[in-house]
């Protein structure tokens, strides 16, 4: 099984990249993040980005610290691409809802990013941005 799968949902403006519970940062990171820049590439329009974590990859507090800055700050950093909307986690994980909320910070560049228990939840909030009227 792959540590992680990652699409362009087709009916609606989502990439979906799925974490197995075997992902590693030291495996996985680089190829997580060129996949899913790939995909911000190729697109005609602005992207939520759902990271699904919902099978619980173990992570510590430096491997969320050292994702936060490569995701956010790196040279390809997928969250700084001009197709990124927002970014979405889905996690039940207290460390990695801190650090999500953290990335709405000045020191991160104020991502827009929220976390949700379940991808059902996401879906529904993302189908609800999608229905309101640009103001």
Do not use: C
């Not at 792959?2 to 590693?24: G, H, M, R, S």
């Not at 800055?69 to 996690?91: D, Y």
């Amino acid at each position: 099984m792959p540590a992680f799968t990652i699409e362009k949902k087709p009916d609606l403006p989502v990439i979906l990249q799925t974490f197995a519970p075997d992902w590693t940062m030291s495996k996985d990171l680089k190829a997580t993040m060129a996949d899913a820049f790939a995909l911000l590439e190729a697109s005609s329009e602005p992207l939520y980005y759902i990271a699904d974590m919902s099978a619980d990859p173990k992570f510590s507090f430096t491997d969320v610290s050292v994702a936060v800055n490569e995701i956010s700050r790196s040279a390809n950093a997928v969250l700084k691409h001009p197709h990124m909307k927002e970014h979405i986690v889905i996690t039940q994980s207290p460390l990695i809802k801190l650090s999500v909320k953290g990335l709405n910070s000045d020191v991160f560049g104020r991502v827009p990013a929220r976390t949700f228990e379940t991808l059902e939840a996401a879906i529904d909030y993302i189908r609800s941005q999608i229905a309101e009227p640009v103001r």
